[in-house]
């Protein structure tokens, strides 16, 4: 893709479930009425032209209810949807399929040239971060993933107290996220079976817990539970408990244990119950991304239609002062940000100093494919131990070597070592 040429970006989307409709469809939507504008890059039409999912439906419907909301997008559907999306003139592609579907409509959208944004966990192996990696660099575009929670303002001050030496060496932490029963029960039904609430949102604080403190993933543990979603020995996980020790560049260790669920009852007072604490040589943090201060009573509709304590740094409806209607929040501004470097890459300067800009694009560790291999190591770990105990072989321990990048599996009782990435 040369820099420069016309005013105007073009996505592909892949897969229009829950989350393009909270916060890629919000984006496109104001996109697509205000532009982007910056310094560098001037002002910019962006544009929803493609979009690629299973069957068809849900896009022919949102594009009849958004009307002139959207651009009038082509609808792909069925087995050669990606293939005919990518071969369309879009710029980028976001990947909004379930979480063991990315790698392939990333894989073909790279291979087609396009930038990519894979919603979390970007991929499930070392062998397909490193394919993704590998084909972004020769194909010259930006290959990025989608951690909102990074830009929470809570977190956002905790990595500024981290990186100001306020708050000095972490030792160990725990963090919790708990989705309601709705999330397994019905708006995933069609791809819940062999998957884990873990993978699905453990990786936002694992993550976070890389991206803040750094240092170097060591070993992985986790145990769950079943019973609630699928048979009490079968493959699909209620809930999942999950620790990882990192070891810092002195030498000193930090553990982290993360819980999960998809279990959670439906009346429950949030939507999402999201707890951290922190612990480091001198202080503590505690942070509870629910309960900042917002309670809220409606007879007859809390705590099921409307939720009693809200998260509206995430993703709001709001009556603007200015009497205007908008749905912002961390949630659609980090869809901005990666338009914003796909545009800045491919129109804020002359040509000739478009490999300059993919670099520093690139360096951004925040959200590029190329930075996420320590998370990505921890969901392939994360699977690979809750497989074994689906096949009745619990308590395995995977280890880290971030040197060679090499990832094992070691059971007890068993003195076979199970290499799930042979690393260098
Ligand atoms: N950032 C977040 O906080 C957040 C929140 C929810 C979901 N997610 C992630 O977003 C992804 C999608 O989740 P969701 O909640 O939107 O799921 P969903 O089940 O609501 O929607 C999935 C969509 O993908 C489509 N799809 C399925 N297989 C496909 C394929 N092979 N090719 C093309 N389209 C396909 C379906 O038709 C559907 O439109 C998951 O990876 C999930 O982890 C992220």
Redesign the pocket.
């Known amino acids: 893709m040369a820099a420069g040429g016309s005013s105007v970006l073009r996505a592909g989307m ?10 890629y469809r919000p984006f496109f939507e104001r996109a697509h009425v205000e532009g982007l504008w910056d310094r560098r890059f001037g002002a910019l039409d962006i544009e929803l032209s493609a979009v ?4 068809g439906k ?1 896009a022919a419907a949102y594009k009849k209810s958004a009307g002139k909301n959207i651009a009038d997008f082509k609808n792909f559907s069925g087995e050669q ?2 293939e005919q999306l990518v071969a369309t003139d879009v710029d980028l592609v976001c990947v ?4 063991d ?2 790698f ?2 990333a894989r073909k959208a790279l291979e087609a040239g396009k930038h990519v944004i894979i ?3 970007s991929v499930l192996s070392l062998r397909e971060l490193d394919e993704l990696v590998k084909l972004a660099h020769e194909k010259g575009v930006l290959a990025k993933v ?3 929670k990074l830009l929470d303002p809570d977190h956002k001050k905790l990595r500024t107290l981290v990186a100001d030496g306020v708050l000095t060496h972490i030792n160990n932490g725990y963090c919790s996220l708990l989705e309601p029963k709705s999330i397994s029960g019905s ?2 039904a ?2 819940i079976t062999g998957r884990n609430p873990g993978t ?2 453990a990786v ?1 604080y694992i993550k976070l817990i890389d991206f803040t403190f750094g240092g170097r993933l060591k070993t992985v543990t986790a145990t769950g539970q079943r019973g609630l979603v699928g048979p009490k020995d079968g493959p699909t996980w209620d809930s999942v408990q999950m620790r990882m020790i990192y070891e810092h560049a002195d030498g000193r260790e930090a553990a982290y244990d993360i819980h999960t669920s998809w279990v959670t009852p439906n009346n429950f007072p949030g939507y999402v119950e999201q707890e951290v604490q922190f612990r480091f040589d001198n202080g503590v943090w505690n942070g509870h991304s629910r309960k900042r201060g917002v309670e809220l009573t409606v007879e007859d509709r809390t705590p099921n239609e409307l939720k009693t304590t809200i998260n509206t740094h995430y993703n709001g409806t709001f009556l603007e002062p200015w009497e205007a209607r908008s749905q912002r929040g961390y ?1 659609i501004e980090v869809i901005e940000r990666f338009v914003r470097e796909v545009a800045y890459v491919e129109k804020g300067g002359p040509a000739a100093d478009r490999a300059d800009r993919l670099k520093e694009m690139r360096s951004l560790a925040y959200n590029d494919l190329a930075a996420d291999r320590q998370v990505v190591a921890a969901v392939q770990a994360l699977e690979a131990i809750l497989e074994e105990a689906a096949q009745g072989h619990p308590d395995a321990v995977v280890s880290y070597d971030a040197e060679t990048n090499k990832l094992t599996l070691s059971r007890p009782g068993n003195s076979q070592v199970r290499v799930l990435h042979p690393g260098q």
């Open positions: 892949v897969g229009l479930g829950m989350i393009f409709d909270e916060t690629g999912t299973r069957t849900r949807a990606l909004a399929t379930p979480d579907r990315h392939d409509s919603e979390k966990p989608v951690y909102h708006q995933f069609e791809w699905y949102v936002h949630g």
